[in-house]
């Protein structure tokens, strides 16, 4: 990506006077292409937070086993405002009040 000197916009590819130039959209900046170009780059990887606590914060949450009223399948079941309990073992759906 190359940047207007001028207006510090972005400049792009365009070919409309018969030579390929580097043109800003914004100002009347144009640099012509008279050979190839390319550059790379690495980008190093951000370090991704874990905004939420770790599995170690999941492990202690508030949660209560229960017993599938179909199959009777022991599932665990956490607050109320969250969507209805699936059974993993039949896929029946039910809500706790």
């Known amino acids: 990506m190359l940047f207007c000197p001028t207006c510090a916009n972005l400049l792009v590819i365009s070919s409309e006077t018969g030579y390929n130039k580097w043109a800003c959209n914004t100002c009347a900046y144009e640099f012509p292409i008279s050979k ?3 550059s790379r780059s690495r980008m190093k990887r951000k370090v991704v937070d874990d905004v939420l606590g770790g599995e170690e914060t999941w492990r202690d ?3 209560t ?3 599938c009223d179909k199959c ?3 599932t665990r079941i956490r607050s109320a405002d969250e969507p209805m309990t699936t059974c993993a073992g039949c896929a029946y759906q039910w809500r706790e009040n």
């Open 36 to 38: 190839q170009m390319t």
């Open 65 to 67: 086993a229960v017993a």
């Open 61 to 63: 949450a508030d949660s």
């Open 72 to 74: 009777g399948h022991s």
